[in-house]
């Protein structure tokens, strides 16, 4: 498959930046993984169906929730479009787009390096009100990380008090239900597997997972 150069640019910009800081490209995608077990940071070099150039995307996807792709449950826009129009110039924008994404994802591994400070960052930050369902979902399981119990069963209340009724809304509310009817230690075991059995389905490589932890 022959390679437009603009894409061979983003992806050398990429490799140079990202790279280093451990982060790998997924297949032959604009997408670059930041694996932290529980969460995942990806870059997302978007491009755009009318012209040759880039977005950027970075965001972060929980692995709490068994699923084959990668949600954008945090997500921020970082750059608007920007246009391939020679090869020199893009080289450059496409080196400063690695950077933003390099900045912006060394600061999501700041925000969710302990518990208490992942929890205050997740709940502010956290789209969605007591009837989103995905937001009932990732706010209660950062609070079962951070082993706050109680405020964890209110926001999974608020998940299972949302009216939506679809089939996808229903199996998460059963896998709600089935945490919930465990006691606060079996329930962190359960996200382990949870989120095991997720990166098996992304095909993300086996690791010990540590989620909720009690202090040392």
Known sequence: MVVSIHNKLINTAAREVLKPMNMVRKGQSRLWLDDNGWWVAIAEFQPS???????????????????????????????????????????????????????????YRDELSSPQRAMQFVLANTAGGSQHIWAGLNKGMICLYARDFALARHFFAEALACNDDRAWAMEVKTFIQQLLSQTPAEQLMFVKRAVAQSRQLKKRPAMDIAFGEEPG
Do not use: H, I
């Open 49 to 107: 169906q009318w012209s040759k150039g880039s977005y950027l995307n970075v965001a972060v996807s929980w692995q709490w929730y068994p699923r084959a792709d990668y949600a954008f449950d945090l997500a921020n826009r970082e750059s608007a479009f920007v246009e391939f129009e020679n090869e020199e110039t893009f080289m450059l924008q496409a080196r400063s787009l690695a950077e933003q994404a390099k900045q912006r994802v060394l600061y």
